[in-house]
């Protein structure tokens, strides 16, 4: 089994950056995507990023494309996402999740079968 446990979230202003943690135990990652998830209030979970396991290759949704990074630390099976020029849409509960198999791309939400506790962010305007 994997655990994930999620840091860094709290309340910011607009504008502002905010820096999440997802650090996992339970089994070397470094041949598995990650991902960050979101969930705002009255809406589906949706994707935020993703990152292939050697780190080289990264993919993002439209809605934070060049204000957010993903990153990843294999040696401490870790998972970061730098978040920057903050909006009030961002608030949500943020989640990291990891793929069932090793080598998978991670290109769809099924393919992820590990998931943190989450954590929240909330923007003020």
């Known amino acids: 089994q994997v655990q994930l446990v999620e840091s860094g979230g709290g309340l910011v202003q607009a504008g502002g950056s905010l820096r999440l943690s997802c650090a996992a135990s339970?089994?070397?990652?470094?041949?598995?995507?990650m991902g960050w998830f979101r969930q705002a209030p009255g809406k589906e979970r949706a994707f935020v990023a993703r990152i292939r396991w050697s780190g080289s290759s990264t993919y993002y949704a439209d809605s934070v494309k060049g204000r957010f990074t993903i990153s990843r630390d294999n040696a401490k099976n870790t998972v970061y996402l730098q978040m920057n020029s903050l909006k009030p849409e961002d608030t949500a509960v943020y989640y990291c999740a990891v793929t069932r198999m090793p080598w998978s791309t991670g290109s769809g939400p099924n393919e992820y079968g590990f998931w943190g506790q989450g954590t929240q962010v909330t923007v003020s305007s």
């Open positions: 339970g089994r070397t990652l470094s041949t598995y995507t």
